[in-house]
Nanobody, 124 residues
Framework: QVQLVESGGGSVQAGGSLRLSCVVSGYTSTRNCVAWFRQAPRKEREAVAA????????YYADSVKGRFTVSQDNEKNSVYLQMNRLKPEDTAMYYC?????????????????WGQGTQVTVST
């Protein structure tokens, strides 16, 4: 059974940094893509960043380009999201998701497995 467990969320002031971690267990494949999504209250879930296990290609939402970096450690079956220069609008529940043969990294339906989420709160 595939499981994804996120960690690293918390509260930080605007301009600060956080590093989220996602450990994927149960199945790993170079066909996988692992993404970070976020959902704020009363807003739709949106893709933040993603990385393809096979070739390391990445995707970033325009709103986080230049501030967030997604990376992977295949030996640890982990994917990370380094978030710098955080803004109050980054406040959300952040979810890790995994899927095979993902054609569009920004589409939630492409992912079969999801973690429980980790809360990120950015204050002014």
């Amino acid at each position: 059974q595939v499981q994804l467990v996120e960690s690293g969320g918390g509260s930080v002031q605007a301009g600060g940094s956080l590093r989220l971690s996602c450990v994927v267990s149960g199945y790993t494949s170079t066909r996988n893509c692992v993404a970070w999504f976020r959902q704020a209250p009363r807003k739709e879930r949106e893709a933040v960043a993603a990385i393809y296990a096979g070739d390391g290609r990445t995707y970033y939402a325009d709103s986080v380009k230049g501030r967030f970096t997604v990376s992977q450690d295949n030996e640890k079956n982990s994917v990370y999201l380094q978030m710098n220069r955080l803004k109050p609008e980054d406040t959300a529940m952040y979810y890790c998701a995994s899927g095979e043969y993902v054609a569009d990294a920004a589409v939630a339906n492409e992912y079969s497995y999801w973690g429980q989420g980790t809360q990120v709160t950015v204050s002014t």
